[in-house]
């Protein structure tokens, strides 16, 4: 069982960065691929980030070159640096566990992001 929980959303400008942190409970933490996703309203969950437990590293394009993703193995966290954030960029982020392609094991409870323009 990994229980996962997202930390460091909120309200930022235009042009402004917050980092997203997910910590994960369990002893299991790095034989999980990592994922981040996202939810604006009215819209369907959108990815956003995944790194592999091999640290191999894969972006949508519309975060790409602003945001990175980055793991402690060490800590059990997985974390979401975002940069030249945008409007656009406002909605519930939350992370995944994912053990094998096309299934997410674990979910967290989601922390907001809202981009003010």
């Known amino acids: 069982q990994v229980q996962l929980v997202e930390s460091g959303g909120g309200l930022v400008q235009a042009g402004g960065s917050l980092r997203l942190s997910c910590a994960a409970s369990g002893r299991t933490f790095g034989n999980y691929a990592m994922v981040w996703f996202r939810q604006a309203p009215g819209k369907e969950r959108e990815f956003v980030a995944r790194i592999g437990w091999s640290g191999i590293i894969t972006y949508s394009d519309s975060v790409k070159g602003r945001f990175t993703i980055s793991r402690d193995n060490g800590k059990n966290t997985v974390y979401l640096q975002m940069n030249s954030l945008k409007p656009e960029d406002t909605a519930v982020y939350s992370c995944?566990?994912?053990?094998?392609?096309?299934?997410?094991?674990?979910w967290g409870q989601g922390t907001q992001v809202t981009v003010s323009s």
């Open positions: 995944a566990a994912q053990s094998q392609p096309l299934t997410y094991d674990y």
